[in-house]
């Protein structure tokens, strides 16, 4: 199972947007409401930011947005703060009987 | 709280073996699948394997299938990846991380990781 496509880096300002994309198959992405979302900032353990393509998990700002179509999933941040600044990980459940889950190689957040 | 914290990592010299440990607390363990997730310092996240809930079916990455067992001890509430034949491509940072048991790929808590390091 190949790693999930996305960008390596993004950057926004203060208080703009910044949108995150994913691209993965048919077997992934596309077959299920299954992707998630994690925000790592370095050193530390990656934190779950977005589950099932657009839910937020109690105390994630809802700055954070998530959504998808076709193979390709998306996670928006609104309002960009300095403490977003981080790698940004997307993972979909595969439904292999051998690889339950690919993660995306990482996008990098700078906030400028 | 739901916390997780990982043990066992360390320097094992090429061909040797590793036994991690990740200790969980605040919430069922029981009750919900486990998975290990490895990450090169300063590269992506890697899933690596994963434990029903009770032990009984257990997945793995094609990287590592044949040399790692997970397993778990569940009056422990304690997961375990017993790691062998280790070569220098399994160094990384090893996550223990819990799966809802109501909702797949939800990856909630994360330990804060144990760094294992092969090496001559």
């Known amino acids: 199972q190949s790693a999930l496509t996305q960008p390596p880096s993004a950057s926004g300002s203060p208080g703009q947007s910044v949108t995150i994309s994913c691209t993965g198959t048919?077997?992934?992405?596309?077959?299920?409401?299954?992707v998630s979302w994690y925000q790592q900032h370095p050193g530390k353990a990656p934190k779950l930011m977005i589950y099932?393509?657009?839910k937020r998990p109690s105390g994630v700002p809802d700055r954070f947005s998530g959504s998808k179509s076709g193979n390709t999933a998306s996670l928006t941040v609104s309002g960009l703060q300095a403490e977003d600044e981080a790698d940004y990980y997307c993972?979909?459940?595969?439904?292999?009987?051998?690889?339950?889950?690919?993660f995306g190689g990482g996008t990098k957040v700078t906030v400028l | 709280e739901e916390q997780l914290v990982e043990s066992g990592g360390g320097l094992v010299q090429p061909g040797g073996s590793l036994r991690l440990s990740c200790a969980a607390s605040g919430f069922t363990f029981s009750s919900d699948w486990m998975h290990w997730v490895r990450q090169v310092p300063g590269k992506g996240l890697v899933w690596v394997s994963r434990s029903n809930s009770d032990g009984t079916r257990t997945t793995y990455a094609d990287s590592v299938r044949g040399r790692f067992t997970i397993s778990r001890d569940n009056a422990k509430s304690t997961l375990y990846l017993q790691m062998n034949s280790l070569t220098a491509e399994d160094s990384a940072v090893y996550y223990c991380?819990?799966?809802?048991?109501?909702?797949?790929?939800?990856?909630?808590?994360w330990g804060q990781g144990t760094l294992v390091t092969v090496s001559s």
């Open positions: 099932e393509v657009s």
């Open positions: 993972s979909s459940y595969a439904g292999n009987s051998n690889i339950d889950v690919v």
């Open positions: 991380a819990r799966e809802h048991s109501t909702s797949y790929n939800r990856f909630d808590p």
């Open positions: 048919s077997s992934d992405i596309n077959a299920y409401d299954s």
